[in-house]
């Protein structure tokens, strides 16, 4: 067989390499689902619920654990029949809203949960009662505490939520990991910034941004990035 | 809901994430690694996006630049340790590939123990993704002819190195057509 010439087997070898499988693009875990209308209305109705006993326990002064309890497991069990335990319920964020009213994020242990996931629980503790897509949502990925299993802006999911002058927002919960801060870069070029609290943070998007696709970064102290996910945007998708 | 900016990027995504994604799937053994960096390539076209030529072939080396830049960085600091953990978990895992990708993988392998990651690069854009002297030129800030002298001892060195390894090659391509 003749020898080749070096440029004909820089060849080979370019071609070879035209097969090394390339990388994509990571999916964002956002689940973009139409909520089915029978489990919607349960949804509102656990919402509801929520914040009755969240306007209960505010109205005495009593802002506890209660309504998170009373949340956790009926949140847990729209999904994958899994539950929470709602004796073990903790406070992690402690926010606000646009509208400067109190929200908070609570989690859970999930029974049964080999990787030590957590329901995360959104309280909107002064929901305005038409706004009945808000109050509660749950990451079933979200890392315990100080549990890392979770992975750093994967398990984001959201709630929408309509201020009192009728903007609506995207409330969205994630694991934050070591992040400092946790930085939207939205679709206007505008960014929107949270501040963790126990490795979870809880921002508002507007939602016709929220909408659209963007990038979430979580930066640790020094600005570096750690983490980094893209969200590909919902509006054009069917259903 | 559209918006101009938003469309523009979707539509350079979807333009050029298998181009970028292959190079650096070609740059590094660890896919996680090279993941990373495809999205870090596009999170700075993003955030840089004001800059993005409109020129099509302008616009392909903006981003290569990017990548490439991406790559050479995290290269640099160090997470080769991330690439052997890759490759061992590749020869562990049990899965059967392909012949071709055997191959391919094993000469990817080649290419990222024989060249730096800066040789490497340049022997993959021309070689593989067909960028000329001039270009990678325009595109690392080196002369014409510095680069064409890095390309011709890459080259060599990849040659060598390739007859050394041949016979591995074949024994891990025929070991994956056994199993495949």
Same mark, same amino acid.
């Given at each position: ?101 109190? %929200? ?46 979770? %992975? ?26 070591? %992040? ?6 939205? &679709? ?33 102290? &020094? ?17 | ?29 660890? #896919?996680? *690694?090279?993941?990373? *960096? ?21 616009? #392909? ?58 040789? #490497? ?14 270009? *990678? ?11 064409? /002298? ?13 007859? #050394? ?6 024994? /891990? ?8």
């Amino acid at each position: 067989m003749p020898e080749l010439m070096p440029e004909e087997r820089l060849r080979q070898i370019a071609v070879a390499l035209e097969a090394v499988p390339p990388v994509r693009m990571r999916p964002a875990r956002r689940e973009r689902r139409p909520r089915p209308f029978a489990r919607r209305r349960l949804v509102v109705a656990v919402v509801a619920l929520a914040v009755a006993a969240a306007g209960t326990a505010t109205a005495t002064g009593l802002l506890d654990h209660e309504a998170p309890k009373a949340f956790a497991p009926k949140v847990a069990n729209l999904r994958d029949g899994r539950t929470a335990d709602q004796h073990n319920v903790t406070l992690v964020v402690d926010a606000k809203t646009p509208d400067g009213r109190p %929200a908070q994020v609570w989690v859970s242990p999930l029974h049964g949960s080999a990787t030590g996931s957590c329901v995360a629980i959104v309280m909107d503790y002064s929901a305005d009662p038409k706004s009945k897509d808000w109050g509660s949502r749950f990451a079933p990925g979200a890392a315990c505490g100080s549990d890392r299993s979770g %992975a750093v802006l994967a398990d984001a999911d959201g709630s929408r939520w309509v201020s009192h002058e009728g903007k609506a927002f995207m409330a969205e919960t994630a694991n934050a990991g070591d %992040a400092a801060r946790i930085v939207y870069h939205l &679709a206007d070029g505008t960014t929107v910034t949270a501040v963790p609290q126990h490795e979870r943070y809880l921002t508002f998007i507007p939602y016709s941004l929220w909408e659209q696709a963007h990038w979430v970064v979580a930066l640790d102290a &020094a600005g570096h990035e750690i983490a980094m996910r893209k969200v590909p945007g919902t509006a054009n998708l069917p259903g | 809901m559209h918006s101009p900016i938003n469309d523009g990027m979707e539509a350079l995504v979807r333009r050029w994430e298998r181009p970028i994604g292959l190079f650096l799937a070609q740059m590094t053994s660890s #896919r996680s *690694l090279a993941e990373d *960096l495809l999205q870090d390539t596009f999170l700075v076209a993003w955030r840089e996006r004001a800059r993005l030529p409109e020129d099509p072939d302008a616009q #392909r080396a903006w981003l290569y630049g990017i990548a490439r830049h991406r790559a050479l960085a995290a290269l640099r600091r160090g997470r080769r340790g991330r690439e052997a953990l890759a490759r061992l978990a590749r020869r562990t895992s049990g899965i059967a590939e392909d012949p071709q990708t055997a191959r391919a993988l094993a000469m990817r392998d080649l290419l990222v123990r024989t060249l730096s990651p800066e040789d #490497r690069s340049l022997f993959v854009l021309r070689h593989v993704h067909g960028f000329d002297a001039t270009a *990678l030129a325009e595109l690392t800030g080196m002369t014409p002819s510095a680069v064409r /002298k890095r390309l011709q001892r890459a080259g060599e060195r990849m040659l060598a190195a390739h007859d #050394r390894i041949e016979m591995t090659i074949e024994r /891990k391509t025929a070991h994956a057509r056994a199993h495949a």
